[in-house]
């Protein structure tokens, strides 16, 4: 069974400062793993995707996830945030033969000046 | 490439009514799948539509259904409207040729039942 739990529902963090969204996931098989960003009223858009290359995944806007299968994380991190960076991220697991998306409940991150 | 656009933009329905959505993919792409999003519930599955046919199915009551065309534009429909049915609906595309690919979404269609 398959299951994804972001550890943290709101994120604070100032501007210039890293940023670390955190998720965890559960899953049967092989999964590939997503983070996608919504800024207010938009949709959904992709961050970054994790197959099984290569353990570090760099994505746009300079994050990057690590997955680490001991500990079943992969968590979000960006060096130094930036105002435009507040948005809801959303990690994402899919398994199987199937392309059907697993959601977690969602980090809004806040970004203080 | 032109990306994923969902019309209407905005919908205000009663309940007991019925609504359509639609979905237009990405050029190229054959799979459509819809999503609802809601404070409480957050993203949820509905379905996924693959050459016109249904290729995955969430937990969702009959009240909601989908439809493919052939140009893959997809279609969906909820019946009856219950005020819990006030939500974010968005779609995404994918190639569907390939599992666990990347989805690509459209900005969604906001929809309110009074």
């Known amino acids: 069974a398959q299951s994804v739990t972001q550890l943290d529902s709101h994120v604070s963090v100032s501007e210039g400062t890293p940023v670390l969204l955190r998720c965890n996931y559960s899953s049967s098989y092989s999964p590939s793993l997503f983070w996608y960003v919504q800024h207010p009223n938009k949709g959904l858009q992709l961050l970054l995707k994790?197959?099984?290359?290569?353990?570090l995944v760099k994505g746009i806007n300079g994050f990057e996830a690590e997955f680490k299968k001991s500990e079943t994380s992969f968590h979000l991190t960006k060096p130094s945030a930036h105002m435009s960076d507040a948005a809801e991220y959303f990690c994402v697991v899919s398994e199987g033969n199937f392309n059907k998306f697993y959601f977690g409940s969602g980090t809004k991150l806040n970004v203080k000046p | 490439k032109a990306g994923v656009t969902q019309t209407p933009r905005y919908l205000i329905k009663t309940r007991g009514q019925q609504v359509t959505l639609s979905c237009s993919p990405i050029s190229g792409h054959r799979s459509v799948s819809w999503y609802q999003q809601t404070p409480g519930q957050g993203l949820q599955f509905l379905f996924e539509?693959?050459?016109?046919?249904?290729?995955n199915k969430g937990n969702f009551p009959g009240r909601f259904s989908g439809r493919q065309f052939s140009n893959s534009r997809s279609e969906m429909n909820v019946s009856t409207l219950e005020l819990g049915d006030s939500a974010l609906y968005l779609c995404?595309?994918?190639?569907?040729?390939?599992?666990?690919?990347?989805?690509?979404f459209g900005p969604g269609t906001r929809l309110l039942v009074l």
């Open positions: 995404a595309s994918s190639s569907g040729e390939v599992y666990q690919e990347t989805q690509y």
């Open positions: 539509y693959f050459s016109e046919t249904q290729r």
């Open positions: 994790y197959t099984s290359a290569a353990t």
